[in-house]
């Protein structure tokens, strides 16, 4: 059961304060909500020593709303209604056997009309958990999907550089051609072609 429900004070970030929130607004006042969600279920995870199922669901949704533009109109649209964001949500959490610390907290969020700030909330947790864990995310952006084997030589590679281990949080963008787009913390290491290409095509333009 999620915090709310086992202890009374312990809510989801005040929700009936924040009640008025709906996606037009700020992009700081989305963060604050995810943030409130984020700990919420990091707590609770905790807790019951389920950090490692959480980290996975969050993976799975993180993959669900990269590769379905289904997913990704249900949690934005405004033209889908409460119960009716709330029904789907249950049935995709139950679909891809999320836990039900996280499946309880994304009908929570749909209750509450939320579920916009879903992608925030996956990147407020992964980073609590890798916190937890002495690690950093690294941002990754591929042309192509990495093997457990590119992937695991990456994060060595990159633990080399920045002395922790490393979480990699993969994102595929076929325009790529090549190459890694790589953001660990503030430092960002771009190996892409098309950056390449991108920065000879200015520099042509200022010579010519």
């Known amino acids: 059961m999620l915090p709310s429900d086992r202890c009374p004070h312990r809510t989801f970030g005040g929700e009936h304060e924040v009640e008025r929130v709906d996606v037009s607004e700020p992009a700081s006042i989305s963060t604050g909500i995810a943030q409130r969600y984020a700990k919420a279920v990091f707590d609770l995870a905790k807790e019951e020593n389920a950090l490692a199922t959480v980290q996975s669901d969050i993976d799975t949704l993180s993959s669900a709303l990269a590769d379905s533009e289904d997913f990704r109109r249900l949690i934005h649209s405004p033209i ?5 964001q ?5 049935a995709l959490a139950d679909k891809m056997g999320l836990s039900a610390t996280v499946g309880n907290a994304l009908r929570l969020m749909a209750s509450k009309r939320r579920l916009f700030v879903l992608p925030q909330l996956i990147a407020e947790l992964r ?3 890798a ?3 002495g690690e950093i995310t690294a941002d990754v952006v591929a ?7 590119q992937r695991a030589k990456l994060a060595e590679t990159l633990k080399a550089s920045v002395g922790k281990d490393v979480n990699i ?3 595929v963008d076929e325009a790529l051609i090549g190459g ?3 953001k660990v913390g503030s430092k960002m290491i771009d190996t892409s072609i098309r950056s390449k290409l991108n920065a000879l095509q200015n520099t042509m333009k200022e010579v010519g």
């Not at 889908?80 to 009716?84: A, K, L, S």
């Not at 042309?143 to 084997?149: N, Q």
Request: net charge negative; hydrophobic share 40%.
């Open 143 to 149: 042309a192509t999907e990495l093997t457990d084997a």
């Open 131 to 133: 916190d937890e864990n």
């Open 180 to 182: 890694l787009v790589v």
């Open 169 to 171: 949080n993969l994102t």
């Open 127 to 129: 980073q609590m958990i």
């Open 86 to 90: 709330q029904r789907a949500a249950g």
């Open 80 to 84: 889908y209604g409460r119960d009716e």
